[in-house]
């Protein structure tokens, strides 16, 4: 009787270290699936232009509708760079940028027509820094990230506004796009039926 006694706690023990076990990988597996979940979150959240940082800077933006042209900074005009904007309502843009409260919208006796807002998407997602365009070693997808954080584009699409700030605040045409045919050909619309 002792010996069945001891026989049934023997295997009453080995059932319960396996099951012990199970658990035991169960809750690791787990563990190391929050870890690397919550990694890929952090990277995503904190690296400059990872695709949830773009996704979050085109919350509120109007559907499908989009801007595009060539830069040339002031300071350096041997530097070409493609600005990418997504559109807002003036009101949706203040809502998104909270530093924009003393910035008034395009004026209308001046910029005649239907005026379109845009948010430059890239610098958006970088969180306004400035990659050199030049190729540079360990700085990934090396294209240039500049131009203005917000412009205005008039209504049929041939001029380009930004916002420049004191001593001599107020909106500005971009004059690159308004005197030079190349550039003014990279100037894009969509949808083009906004634009009339």
């Known amino acids: 009787m002792y010996d069945h006694f001891q026989?049934?706690?023997?295997v009453k023990l080995r059932r319960e270290r396996k099951k012990m076990r199970r658990l035991v990988?169960?809750?690791m597996c787990g563990l190391f699936i929050v870890v690397v979940l919550v990694a890929v979150f952090m990277y995503q959240f904190l690296y400059p232009g990872s695709a949830l940082r773009y996704w979050m800077c085109k919350q509120g933006s109007?559907?499908?509708s989009t801007s595009s042209f060539t830069y040339i900074p002031l300071g350096d005009t041997a530097q070409r760079c493609q600005t990418h904007g997504i559109e807002?309502?003036?009101d949706g843009l203040k809502q998104k940028l909270s530093h924009l409260d003393g910035v008034p919208p395009l004026n209308s006796t001046r910029v005649p027509g239907?005026?379109?807002y845009y948010l430059n998407v890239d610098r958006c997602a970088f969180g306004g820094a400035t990659k050199?365009?030049?190729h540079v070693e360990g700085i990934s997808n090396n294209e240039a990230v500049c131009g203005p954080i917000i412009f205005g584009v008039n209504h049929n699409c041939s001029s380009v506004y930004y916002y420049q700030d004191s001593p001599h605040a107020g909106w500005k045409q971009y004059q690159s796009v308004k005197y030079y045919k190349i550039?003014?050909?990279t100037?894009?619309?969509k949808p083009k039926d906004a634009f009339n």
């Open 25 to 27: 990988c169960t809750m």
């Open 114 to 116: 239907k005026h379109h």
């Open 132 to 134: 050199l365009s030049a």
């Open 62 to 64: 109007l559907v499908d």
């Open 187 to 189: 100037l894009k619309c």
């Open 88 to 90: 807002f309502t003036w």
């Open 183 to 185: 550039l003014h050909d």
């Open 7 to 10: 026989m049934d706690l023997a």
